[in-house]
């Protein structure tokens, strides 16, 4: 595998005060589609994901629920890790800042390095802190005296911290950003960041001092007294995951230094952490940075923003579990807007799932394998070369084109056209078929007529091609469904079983939707309050 080839895709690691809802499985199903397609035009890929551990918020709502926090973070952790299955998540790497033995050594590392150049004083500060977002606002960023996340009060505190030299950056960051050596999509984020750093950039507190974190996180290197501040402990995952200050620095190189694109999925809460801070203190540690970061919005639910307080946190798992895998990762692939937040319904995701799965690709398949089993007892043309002056041409070229289609949006991280590319291929097969007529011309065959019979061998030799070509490209998205008609156009023994749906016809629940309970205080940063 040469370093061209290579491809490391990354989610934020969420804190784990709180049961997973819809806006993580946005963000894990978007990297897991990257990670997948990448994986299918045989690039070599590594998917990471895994959790936030050493937020103080962590220590509150343990506290809250009695027990210590290492058990808290421990039991939470393990909920994220579970949406693997329901959500069919690739990823090949999870890791868990506070136990994971690979991160605490890279933290302590990058501190160094950055100490070393010089990026740090310790002086006093008086400022407003929101617990929820982990953060210290200033008075011009609370709008109307509070956080813009939560819409709390934040509190005030007054303490010693360590500070970050970010404004020595703010020249090296507009090169990153304007040059595109660092890509951040959509645009409209991209601008945002590019006229905050504009802006001139101020030094950031980057650390806590150990009696309010009541001693959880990584301490200071050389001031024991003081904690690293967390959000400088999680930025640093996307390497220590890879070995980064260990023992063995190997995928660090292979999937950091000598791969051909790094790439970041974040919310759009957490942006600047990502695009501006993040970036800043890899250039002061003297390493590479990522080459692109791509910005999701916010879900709401029912008109509601996404909060467990607010009784509204859909459990991504009951959702999976009720309408199926393939159904909920192609709702928040097609549906789901690349700016401005998208309103989940349950009503939505069911009338997806049929049109555009159930009555769409599924039936593409089922009436085309119908035909074959019907008309050719089972015998399954097999796959030919596509030409442009092939009979039925105009779907022959739609297929032919659809991985290009798909390969330009995900390179914006743009996921709608790229479902809707799959969309227009099912479209153009089923205009197709309906021009064509395979069962009038199965009528004629019967009777004879040899026209008739080879050109009904054509046309189900082109209607057969398409659904391989769907079968393949679908696998990112729908990665149960394609499997299955992957194997449906697999004969066994020369002939096909007879065809059965692959996507079920779904009804909208009568009962409310499915909740994730409640887990101790506190609410989510970067997928919505
Ligand atoms: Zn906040």
């Keep these: 595998m040469t370093g061209k080839s290579r491809f490391y895709v990354t989610t934020a690691i969420p804190y784990v005060n709180a049961e997973p809802h819809l806006g993580h499985a946005l963000e894990l199903v978007q990297a897991d589609v990257l990670a997948r397609h990448r994986r299918l035009r045989g690039q070599g890929v590594r998917f990471l994901t895994g959790t936030d551990d050493n937020a103080l918020k962590n220590v509150t709502a343990a506290r809250a629920a009695g027990v210590t926090v290492a058990e808290f973070v421990g039991s939470n952790a393990a909920r994220f890790y579970q949406l693997r299955r329901p959500l069919a998540l690739s990823f090949d790497d999870f890791i868990k800042t506070s136990a994971d033995p690979r991160h605490r050594p890279g933290v302590v590392r990058l501190w160094r390095q950055c100490a070393d150049r010089g990026d740090f004083y310790r002086r006093s500060y008086q400022g407003r802190y929101c617990a929820g977002c982990e953060q210290f606002y200033a008075p011009e960023e609370l709008a109307g005296g509070v956080c813009p996340e939560h819409g709390l009060v934040p509190e005030p505190v007054t303490e010693q911290n360590w500070f970050f030299r970010l404004s020595r950056y703010t020249g090296e960051l507009l090169d990153a950003l304007e040059s595109g050596r660092v890509r951040i999509e959509p645009t409209t984020r991209r601008n945002e960041v590019l006229a905050f750093v504009r802006a001139g950039l101020r030094d950031f507190s980057v650390s806590r001092p150990a009696a309010r974190a009541h001693g ?54 957490i942006t600047r952490f990502h695009a501006v801070y993040w970036l800043a203190l890899l250039l002061a540690a003297g390493q590479p940075l990522p080459t692109a970061v791509y910005v999701h919005e916010y879900l709401s639910v029912d008109g509601a923003k996404l909060s467990k307080s607010a009784g509204n946190a859909v459990s991504p798992s009951e959702l999976a579990s009720r309408f199926g895998t393939d159904a909920v990762r192609w709702w928040l692939l097609r ?21 555009d799965l159930a009555n769409g690709l599924g039936n593409l398949q089922q009436r085309t394998l119908t035909l074959v089993h019907k008309y050719r007892h089972g015998r399954i043309a097999p796959p030919a070369p596509a030409s442009p002056a092939a009979p039925g041409s105009e779907l022959s070229l739609a297929c032919q084109a659809l991985p290009h289609r798909i390969d330009q949006a995900l390179a914006r991280f743009d996921f709608r056209p790229a479902t809707a590319a799959i969309c227009s291929v099912v479209q153009a097969g089923n205009r197709f078929a309906e021009t064509e007529r395979p069962w009038e011309l199965a009528r004629r065959a019967e009777r004879r007529d040899h026209a008739a019979a080879a050109r009904l061998d054509e046309v189900l030799g082109v209607l057969t091609g398409a659904c391989r070509t769907l079968a393949t490209e679908a696998g990112p998205f729908l990665p149960g469904g394609s499997a299955t008609l992957s194997e449906q156009l697999s004969p066994q023994h020369g002939a096909i079983a007879p065809p059965v749906p692959v996507f079920a016809r779904q009804q909208p629940p009568a009962d409310p939707l499915p909740l994730a309970p409640a887990l101790g205080a506190g609410c989510r940063r970067d997928l919505g309050p």
């Design 216 to 269: 959880w996180g990584i301490p200071v290197p050389g001031d024991p007294d003081q904690i690293i501040y967390v959000w400088w402990d999680a930025l640093a995952n996307y390497v220590t995951s890879l070995g980064y200050g260990g023992p063995d620095e190997q995928p660090y190189q292979d999937w950091w230094v000598n791969s051909a694109e790094r790439v970041h999925v974040v919310g759009k809460g």
């Design 335 to 355: 549906d789901v807007a690349r700016l401005g937040d998208t309103d989940f319904t349950a009503e939505r995701l069911v009338h997806r799932a049929n049109s």
